[in-house]
């Protein structure tokens, strides 16, 4: 494994009879940032909080640069959890300096890196107020400032954007993005599946406690379920029906759109379309990537 890269290792967790967790694994390398994807209650917090240990895993491990995870580690790690955490009559540079304090920072080091990370997250004129008298967008870029003041050797965000302005989320992925290049792996949660595509470098999809997808978006989309896009103009409504391994999407004026499994034979498509006249159009296209996650995140009914 890569110099600095955070594993999770078929990780599970359960509640009761909940199974929350089962045999989750991700890896984030050095330098990379992934966005964490799953519809609600699939697993993502579960994950975030098992990696960064307030919360233990009933089985599996989690390691860093190849060691597993300990104290001194998970000191090292910058956090976000969804619940915002900070105190909200604090004021935002006190509050800042004290959380650096914490991570064992000297007073005068906490103040810098209070003072610097505020600056660079729009937060100067901000910085004597109550928490509470910030909008909701600003308190969460003091959320994180919080976990960037011990400057981490590693980035886990629980739905960081959720919430914010376009400027605010231009100001937060320019700083996630700045910490991914400095080496940090970074991974987010998020439902929302453009901006994944467009800040990460790889996407893990989970579903009921596993991730049933991990790659490049390009890597997703090519292995993805094949689609033929098919014109013939004289064919007939159910011209498709009964191909083996073909499944009918839309049939319009002609315009029919197939979707193919493994066991489907596009030559044998193409011959049936040819028996029912002329064909004008035959191509093959790849589902976009917010169709794969609108596929892997939405539940299927209970079996
Ligand atoms: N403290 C708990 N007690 C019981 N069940 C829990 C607890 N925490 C989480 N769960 C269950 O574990 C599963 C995973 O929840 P988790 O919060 O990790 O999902 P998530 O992907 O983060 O969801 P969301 O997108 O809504 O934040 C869900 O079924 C949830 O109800």
């Known amino acids: 494994m890569p110099e600095g890269a955070l594993e999770i290792d078929r990780i599970s967790k359960r509640y009761g009879d909940v199974v929350a967790?089962?045999?989750?694994?991700?890896?984030?390398?050095?330098?990379?940032?992934?966005?964490?994807?799953g519809s609600n209650g699939a697993g993502k917090t579960t994950t975030m909080r098992i990696a960064?240990?307030?919360?233990?895993?009933?089985?599996?491990?989690?390691?860093y640069d190849d060691a597993p995870v300990d104290r001194t580690i998970r000191s090292r790690i910058g956090y976000m959890p969804e619940e915002r955490g900070l105190y909200p009559k604090m004021k935002v540079l006190d509050q800042l300096q004290y959380l650096g304090e914490l991570h064992g920072m000297e007073r005068a080091e906490a103040n810098r890196a209070a003072n610097r990370w505020t600056e660079r997250l729009e937060l100067s004129e901000r910085r004597d107020d109550q928490l509470q008298k910030l909008s909701l967008g600003n308190q969460q870029r003091v959320q994180l400032a919080a976990a960037l003041i011990h400057d981490p050797a590693v980035?886990?965000?629980?739905?960081?954007?959720s919430g914010l302005d376009p400027v605010a989320v231009e100001v937060m992925s320019t700083v996630l993005g700045e910490m991914r290049d400095r080496g940090v792996p970074v991974v987010f949660s998020s439902h929302q599946l453009e901006l994944v595509q467009r800040l990460c470098d790889r996407v893990g999809i989970v579903r009921r406690g596993r991730m049933i997808a991990d790659g490049t978006?390009?890597?997703?989309?090519?292995?993805?379920?094949?689609?033929?896009?098919?014109?013939?103009?004289?064919?007939?409504?159910?011209?498709?029906?009964?191909?083996?391994?073909?499944?009918v999407e839309s049939h319009q004026n002609g315009h029919t759109t197939l979707r193919l499994d493994?066991?489907?034979?596009?030559?044998?498509?193409?011959?049936?379309?040819?028996?029912t006249g002329p064909v004008h159009e035959f191509s093959r296209t790849r589902p976009s990537l917010t169709e794969l996650f609108r596929e892997a995140v939405t539940e299927e009914p209970d079996e």
């Open 217 to 247: 978006v390009e890597e997703l989309r090519s292995s993805g379920p094949v689609r033929l896009n098919v014109h013939a103009p004289k064919a007939p409504d159910d011209w498709a029906e009964g191909l083996p391994g073909v499944k």
């Open 155 to 161: 980035l886990i965000l629980d739905e960081p954007f």
């Open 52 to 63: 960064l240990g307030v919360l233990a895993a009933d089985s599996g491990e989690v390691r």
């Open 262 to 275: 493994e066991q489907a034979d596009d030559q044998q498509v193409l011959r049936a379309a040819l028996d």
């Open 21 to 37: 967790l089962d045999e989750m694994s991700l890896t984030v390398r050095s330098g990379e940032m992934l966005g964490f994807v």
